[in-house]
């Protein structure tokens, strides 16, 4: 008798111990914005609706290659523009409503009718959508584009439940999943608790339930994890206090490459940014490397180009240059040390954390190395940022860019096309360029792209409309018995992966 | 003037009140640079997709038509939607209140507490350490930055010590479902002691940073005005009765400087809520605070706009409390 109840507490005490550990908490400054494929346009409310979700393609794990999802298989037509579209058989959605050509249907047609902040990734290439037959969906687009399926990798493709969204409006509610989790609660700006949602297709979470802690600035999420309130921190820590997670026994801190570039912007139809020798000048003193040690503390990469390392077409077409190079640049320009260039660098002192300030210091003291220029600093916070660059008021100021498709073209066509550039404040046209582009987007054959890519990237040298600065790094803290954390090149996190040991 | 009248009057006065303030905000957010639009979608949306949003918003209009669109929403409680979230501002408006409320008033108490207990003591033995310590206390408090003194509390009790958690309302692990946003009282209506206590223990540090900083204002006033009582005539001769000293001080000194202080402590608790911002931020407490906070960053107009008019309704209506308490207290204020 004495043995079998020495086993039930045994049994009871491991599933206890199971029960404990099936639950991970993780911390974010970040915040939720919509969970509305059709409105959703920020970092993380895609990465709740890429773990409640299933897409119809998706990245391979640890990968940035596109892989067939909720799309078994498709076909393109010869002229690029009809997109034939098989849809997996039996996936449902949580309530057990199939989904199908129609659901896909649906989806497209209310993303692009509503018209919300990511539907320019739809609307500028459909043409149309059709419901073959119930698993077979065909697009037709507007022009051929050869990243499209990659669009598609992005959440505003991915197929709503028509029940629960409705067709006309926006939806402020909890999505019905189809994807490895469900959401089980949420309390705005508190917390989202995921819970496996059994009705998946794919592979089933290691761990059952997954909440999503939200603190307000990067010190308290540091303190939170230190004091053992959540198990990771997941965006956004402090460079510094990194380094200082990094000496800590009961922390380990993982980095993994991130698609996220960042540049000094030109507006290159404002004075002195119109003189391609000014710009070229300032392009060749800019120090990357001294940004990325003082400020990033090594926790980013110089980067050479808009496209970024690891992707292909990649070319470093930008170099470190010197001080006398910028000299001579800057003399032809007509400036010298009697009569110095005066510039304005603008940066937000908020939008990209708390290291914004001190990259723009690092760059003023770039420039001046020259004793030919003279840098006034000047910020504003974003929404007054966005709106002077986009009406051409700053000549030359810091910005940022996350993909929305891992593609090339989502590095190039957005800065160095007319209507690109426009909104990225830089103002650069350039004809010949965007035909290159033009084709690049047609063309199905990715060795004929990469040749294109190369043509874009090196007038991105020549012509310096923007200057890459760096390529930043994904950094996740966690406590050591924490497992299965992949900080992916597609950016997406993976929940489902992570288990407590 | 009887007290119907008087209610009605006040409230009639707040009126006019109130709508210079939404002038006044509507104008100052408009001609600060930044565009909500733009703002949200960033630089990548097209101008098409910009103005469309604009139009859809109201924004394109001009700003008297604005004006009065958004006051004949008001008139219907409506509030106006998010740029940001596309949201009804009212809903995101309450989601966040309570929190904000639940923090004001339990640093309210902590305030009123140590300002009344402190404040007579210190009345009391004027000039005495416990009087020297009081004064220096509520200079400290006065001039402490907020978030400084928050982030100490934060360091010294939740870092080092481990005695308390350091940010958010609720421990992500504990089971919870709340009924009015109020999460102590809710975890109460509920039996949870686990999440009751949880609760407790995520309000202590923001309410005590909040409470300590406002204590210092209530405590000044408090022993200014027992001390200005306690040399009042009624005082000396309940002393010359021999009326113990405890029950002079609380009994009659105390009540008295109440009086007065009672106005004051009406406004400091809308004051709290806006102090709350600093706190809030510190330690990420879901409130209203933090909200505009966010909302401020994004230019989002209809959201900040919501904000300042809600907080400026809480801080009218709570004006007229105090001062219907005032007149039912004393009914020389009516005249």
């Known amino acids: 008798m004495k043995k079998y109840l020495l086993s039930i507490f045994v049994l009871v005490g491991l599933f206890v111990g199971i029960l404990a550990q099936s639950t991970i908490v993780v ?123 990659s669009v598609l990798g992005y959440t505003v493709a991915w197929p709503v439940n028509p029940k629960v969204f409705p067709a006309d ?47 307000e600035n990067a010190s308290t999420l540091r303190l939170a994890l230190e004091t053992g309130e959540i198990d990771i921190a997941f965006r956004h820590l402090d460079p510094r206090d990194i380094l200082d997670l990094k000496n800590s026994k009961n922390l380990q801190v993982i980095q993994g490459e991130s698609p996220q570039v960042r540049m000094v912007v030109f507006n290159v139809q404002k004075p002195p940014f119109n003189d391609p020798l000014v710009r070229q000048a300032i392009s060749q003193v800019i120090d990357r490397h001294l940004i990325v040690e003082e400020v990033f503390q090594n926790m980013a990469a110089p980067l050479y180009s808009l496209v970024p390392m690891g992707m292909w077409s990649h070319e470093d077409v930008f170099q470190d240059g010197s001080v006398e190079t910028a000299k001579q640049l800057l003399y032809q320009a007509g400036y010298n040390e009697r009569n110095k260039l005066v510039i304005d660098l603008w940066y937000s002192p908020t939008h990209y954390g708390t290291t914004e300030a001190d990259v723009a210091q690092v760059l003023m003291e770039s420039l001046e190395k020259t004793g030919i220029i003279d840098v006034r600093l000047q910020y504003a916070e974003w929404a007054t940022y966005v709106d002077y660059f986009l009406n051409g008021n700053m000549g030359m100021f810091l910005l940022g860019w996350y993909p929305d498709y891992i593609d090339p073209d989502d590095y190039l066509w957005p800065f160095m096309s007319e209507s690109g550039a426009k909104s990225m404040g830089s103002f650069y046209v350039n004809p010949y360029i965007e035909a290159v582009m033009r084709a690049a987007r047609v063309s199905n054959d990715q060795e004929a792209r990469t040749d294109l890519y190369h043509v874009v990237q090196q007038d991105l040298a020549v012509s310096v409309p923007y200057v890459p600065l760096w390529q930043g790094v994904e950094t996740v803290a966690a406590k050591t018995n924490i497992k299965g954390i992949l900080l992916e090149p597609s950016q997406v996190f993976r929940y489902y992966l992570l288990y407590k040991e | ?293 966010m909302k401020i960053r994004y230019r989002d107009f209809p959201a900040i706009q919501g904000t300042v008019v809600f907080f400026a309704i809480f801080v009218i209506v709570i004006n007229i409390i105090v001062e219907i308490i005032n007149a039912l207290i004393d009914p020389r204020v009516r005249y």
């Open chain 1, 27 to 149: 911390g974010t400054t970040d915040k939720i914005r919509t969970l509305d494929p059709a409105l959703c346009y920020d970092y993380f409310s895609s990465n709740i609706l890429q773990n409640v979700l299933a897409g119809p393609v998706d990245y391979k794990v640890n990968s940035s290659e596109i892989v067939p999802n909720l799309f078994e298989s498709w076909e393109v037509s010869e002229d690029g523009l009809e997109y034939t579209f098989h849809v997996k058989k039996g996936v449902v959605f949580e309530d057990g409503t199939p989904i199908d050509a129609n659901v896909f249907k649906f989806s497209f047609d209310r993303v692009i009718k509503l018209g919300g902040d990511p539907a320019f990734l739809l609307s500028d290439v459909v043409k149309s959508t059709e419901v073959v037959d119930n698993y077979t969906f065909k697009v037709t687009l507007l022009y051929p584009f050869s990243a499209f399926v």
């Open chain 1, 169 to 215: 409006k926006f939806y402020d509610g909890v999505p019905s999943s189809s994807g490895p989790y469900k959401v089980t609660e949420w309390i705005r700006d508190v917390r989202i608790t995921l819970r496996t949602n059994e009705r998946y297709f794919g592979q089933k979470p290691k761990t059952d339930r997954i909440i999503i802690q939200f603190y």
């Open chain 2, 1 to 293: 003037m009887s007290l119907r009248n008087y209610i009605i009057v006040r409230i009639l006065l707040a009126i006019p009140m109130l709508f210079v303030l939404l002038v006044v905000i509507f104008v100052v957010i408009r001609i600060m640079p930044g565009d909500p639009v733009a703002a949200m979608l960033g630089g990548r949306a097209s101008q098409e997709v910009i103005e469309a949003r604009r139009a859809e918003l109201g924004l394109n209009k001009p700003i008297i038509v604005q004006f009065f669109d958004y006051l004949g929403g008001l008139l219907k409680g409506d509030f106006g939607t998010s740029t940001m979230t596309g949201r009804p501002v009212l809903d995101e408006i309450l989601e966040r209140f309570p929190a904000t409320l639940e923090l004001t008033i339990f640093a309210f108490i902590i305030a009123v507490l140590i300002g009344i207990f402190w404040g007579s003591k210190a009345a009391q033995k004027r000039d005495k350490p416990v009087d020297i310590a009081a004064r220096g206390f509520s200079m400290f408090m006065y001039s402490v930055p907020v978030f400084w003194f928050g982030l100490m509390l934060q360091y010294i009790f939740g870092m080092q010590l481990k005695w308390l958690p350091i940010a958010g309302r609720i421990s992500a692990t504990v089971d919870f479902e709340s009924i009015t946003g109020l999460f102590l009282l809710d975890s109460l209506l509920r039996g949870n002691w686990v999440a009751f206590l949880d609760v407790l223990e995520h309000l202590i540090l923001p309410g005590i940073t909040l409470g300590l900083v406002t204590s210092s204002i209530f405590l000044r006033m408090v022993r200014n005005n027992t001390i200005l009582t306690l040399t009042s005539d009624y005082v000396k001769s309940a002393k010359a009765r021999g009326v113990p000293e405890n029950k002079i001080l609380y009994r009659h000194a105390v009540r008295n400087a109440l009086v007065p202080i009672l106005t004051v402590m009406g406004l400091q608790l809308a004051l709290l809520m806006a102090g709350a911002v600093l706190t809030e931020t510190t330690f990420s407490w879901p409130g209203i605070g933090s909200y505009l906070i």
